[in-house]
């Protein structure tokens, strides 16, 4: 006890006590402190408490030790270094048109029950501990969020883009089960109704949609009109020779029967519909596998019944109805026998034209000296009509030129009597103006000499009213006091009364004897006068005496 009644104890008491402080400050601001930069996460690890149940990978609270589910946002975070450790992870964007598709790493097992079903999802519990383990179905829209990678994986994927001229076929992956559908021959053999596995009926019409890839996909499907030019077209004619046309064929597939072509066509889920190219030609399951077949079977069938000398000449020669005849009922044929077998497979056919066909040389040869004759013949005939075009042509000219002068003159002869009509009428006018502004203002300077005489009148009527009323007043408040004598000292009186009655208090005073016989002397005020005054006369007469 005596030693801590030396003040040197107390210096030793007080550093120590600032240094254990500091030591605090010291540990709190630079061992305890966790500063988390934005688009960043804190993930928690508690260092002390109890060992997490079996199967456990997340401890719930930090009564138990391993790592936290929940995460911490940025910012500043005090963490005592004995009791917790941490991470720090970068915030999980996920850009436009994508997805994060997650899977839960904690939680229930799923029972074996559903997964021998076929359903490999997680399902939710009332609270996120109490979730089962396992791939979540719900998928994270584009975003930012912060996700503890020891409690969860995920993976980014691409959302389905559907455009304005496509429908989407949905296959399900997780759902309920097929076998256990009733046997109905009405329903489509390939596809299956809403919430069964497999590929689903009903399309799905434009837009983005963002899938999980282990519950459904979606496969766009083209339904606008797509035409290709296809060159492998061969059939022999009825006269014996090969021939090879041109073939161009506008289709589309239907909408509603978009899921049958995808599964009946395709073989890995995935239908090719361009056919710009070859190359593209020979992927598109469409043409390999539904047009092509039948325009090939259908085009022999039906080109052994022409002649090739027909469809040569309708080619080659002109326009006209006989020629065109043999193609046009080719064209009809395949399209009518072609869109009735594709209807049946969603497929429809607009049309089927037939184009430009190769001759074999043989026959080519004898239509080219055929085609050289009317060549010529059509030459003289063009130039027979040439001459006789170029003698009209002639004769309008000479008639276009005789005309051309006759107008000119005509022209200039109205154009100088517009002219010197313009000029006399622009005369008049500016004389007839500046007549009409001379009498404007001579009228002017009347008005105006008449307004300053008016004025002036006016101004001196008003000083002479003035002046009278001044006047008037002045002389009959003379009147009432009787001479202007009385009424210059009623005045000055109404002036000092005031003054003097703060003087004579008493009229005992000294200073009272020098006024009171003046102020007796008053002369008394007649009672004709205005009656303003006449009433204050006496008022002022009684205070002086008083």
């Not at 005090?78 to 915030?91: K, R, S, T, V």
Request: charged content about 30%; aromatic content about 6%.
């Amino acid at each position: 006890m005596n030693y801590f009644k030396k003040p040197r104890s107390w210096i030793v008491l007080g550093a120590v006590v600032a240094a254990l402080i500091l030591a605090y400050q010291f540990w709190h601001w630079e061992v305890e402190r966790v500063e988390v930069e934005p688009q960043k996460y804190l993930v928690r690890v508690h260092r002390w408490g109890n060992d997490l149940p079996e199967d456990e990978i997340v401890a719930h609270d930090d009564s138990y030790k391993g790592v936290m589910l929940e995460v911490s946002q940025e910012g500043r975070h005090f963490l005592n270094p004995i009791f917790w450790g941490y991470e720090i992870h970068d915030i999980v964007n996920v850009p436009p048109g994508k997805c994060l598709v997650l899977t839960r790493k904690f939680g229930r097992k799923i029972p074996l029950e559903r997964l021998a079903e076929g359903d490999i999802l997680a399902r939710e519990g009332e609270s996120e501990i109490d979730s089962e383990r396992g791939i979540v179905r719900d998928v994270k829209l584009p975003g930012s969020y912060r996700l503890n990678p020891y409690a969860y994986s995920w993976q980014m994927e691409d959302a389905v883009q559907i455009g304005e001229d496509q429908v989407g076929v949905r296959i399900l992956k997780v759902g309920k089960d097929p076998r256990a559908l009733p046997v109905d021959l009405k329903r489509p053999r390939y596809v299956m109704p809403d919430g069964y596995r497999g590929v689903q009926q009903t399309v799905v019409r434009n837009g983005t949609y963002y899938l999980n890839p282990y519950v459904e996909s979606i496969t766009p499907i083209e339904v606008r009109s797509h035409r290709a030019q296809l060159s492998d077209i061969e059939f022999p004619s009825r006269d014996g020779f090969s021939l090879k046309p041109q073939v161009m064929v506008e289709y589309e597939v239907q909408r509603d029967k978009a899921a049958e072509i995808l599964v009946r066509l395709t073989d890995e889920g995935i239908l090719h519909q361009s056919d710009s190219t070859p190359q593209q030609q020979l992927q598109n399951e469409i043409l390999q596998k539904v047009i092509l077949p039948h325009i090939r079977g259908y085009a022999r069938i039906e080109g052994s019944n022409f002649d090739a000398r027909d469809f040569i000449i309708a080619s080659a020669g002109p326009a006209n109805e006989k020629a065109s005849n043999p193609r046009e009922r080719l064209q009809k044929a395949l399209l009518e026998k072609v869109r009735l077998r594709c209807l049946e497979l969603g497929i429809d056919i607009k049309a089927v034209l037939l184009g430009e066909m190769k001759p074999p040389a043989d026959l080519a040869d004898q239509i080219s000296q055929r085609d050289l004759a009317r060549v010529e013949q059509q030459k003289n005939t063009i130039r027979l009509g040439q001459y006789k075009e170029m003698q009209k042509l002639k004769s309008i000219e000479a008639l276009k030129e005789q005309n051309r002068e006759k107008v000119e003159a005509e022209t200039r002869k109205k154009v100088a009597t517009t002219l010197s009509q313009q000029n006399k009428q622009v005369e008049e006018s500016k004389l007839k103006q500046e007549l009409e502004s001379a009498q404007i203002r001579l009228e002017a300077a009347k008005s105006r000499a008449e307004g300053i005489v008016a004025k002036g009148k006016a101004e001196s009527a008003v000083i002479e009213s003035q002046n009278e009323a001044e006047v008037a007043g002045l002389k009959k408040a003379v009147q009432g006091f009787g001479s202007a004598i009385n009424f210059a000292q009623y005045h000055v009186l109404m002036r000092l009364t005031p003054t003097l009655r703060e003087i004579f208090a008493s009229d005992d005073g000294e200073f009272a004897k020098l006024f009171a016989s003046y102020m007796a002397q008053l002369p008394a005020v007649p009672k004709t006068g205005t009656p303003a005054v006449a009433d204050r006369k006496p008022a002022v007469s009684g205070e002086v005496k008083k």
